[in-house]
């Protein structure tokens, strides 16, 4: 695991968008998994300002999500389409029909999850997967607990998730209970993953992730055994690693 200390969240979203770029340069039609919330948001920004001064060019390149609410429709501010076309997609010169996110409202979830994982399989994997990490060491929607699985599922958030999302939202009773989420397989199958984060509340799970025992109560600590892993921590995050 190869892991760079950054001093900021700028420096952490300057630092993991040139090792995007140089995936999207080496591979113009590349496969990129993404995530959303706080931590891409700046590296989201950094990969625009490279789109429009011509460094990098996406009109060849899928991408896949991690995550999607289940209840919200793609139209819903919160959801995590609408932050995708918000944040990245409705700047660059993507394709949106290349662009998937599970769907949130799909009436079939089991079909939905199938059709997700082939999708992926499809495309030929996941050349550079971007992760961030929850406080509890979730990675994706992958809640700590006594079994992973191994594909796109649909889960349950736990309280502290919950908690910590209610921040985008009016209230803790309009974030979603349910999700739908690639598994700790999909993850792991991607040839390349990139995880950020910043700030001192990610700080243990950071830590468990570098020395930890490799615990399902973790999951983030399943990144040890995959062979190219790169973290970009800043120092508040880096502060407990041993
Ligand atoms: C989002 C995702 C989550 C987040 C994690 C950290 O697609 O899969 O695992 O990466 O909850 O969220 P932030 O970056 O908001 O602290």
Request: with cysteine; charged share 25%.
């Amino acid at each position: 695991m190869k892991i760079i200390i950054v001093k900021d969240y700028d420096e952490m979203s300057k630092v993991g968008a040139d090792l995007i770029a140089e995936v999207i340069n080496k591979k113009p039609e590349a496969i990129l998994g993404l995530a959303t919330g706080s931590s891409p948001e700046g590296l989201y920004s950094e990969l625009i300002k490279k789109n429009k001064n011509n460094e990098i060019d996406f009109s060849n390149i899928t991408t896949v999500n991690l995550d999607e609410y289940v209840g919200l429709s793609g139209e819903h501010p919160q959801s995590y389409r609408c932050f995708m076309n918000d944040k990245l997609f409705n700047h660059i010169n993507i394709d949106k029909e290349r662009t998937f996110v599970p769907n949130g409202l799909a009436k079939d979830i089991e079909e939905e999850c199938n059709n997700y994982d082939k999708k992926i399989e499809e495309l030929g994997g996941i050349d550079i997967q971007l992760l961030g990490i929850g406080n509890n060491g979730h990675i994706a929607f992958n809640e700590p607990a006594k079994e992973l699985s191994y594909g796109t599922h649909l889960t349950g958030l736990t309280e502290s998730t919950i908690k910590a999302n209610s921040r985008f939202f009016a209230s803790m009773d309009e974030v979603p209970k349910t999700a739908l989420t690639m598994g700790i397989g999909s993850i792991m199958r991607a040839k390349k993953i990139v995880l950020i984060a910043s700030g001192e509340s990610k700080g243990e799970a950071i830590a468990q992730l570098v020395s930890g025992k490799i615990t399902t109560e973790v999951p983030a600590t399943m990144l040890q055994v995959h062979p190219d892993v790169t973290l970009v921590v800043d120092e508040a995050a880096a502060k407990l690693i041993k």
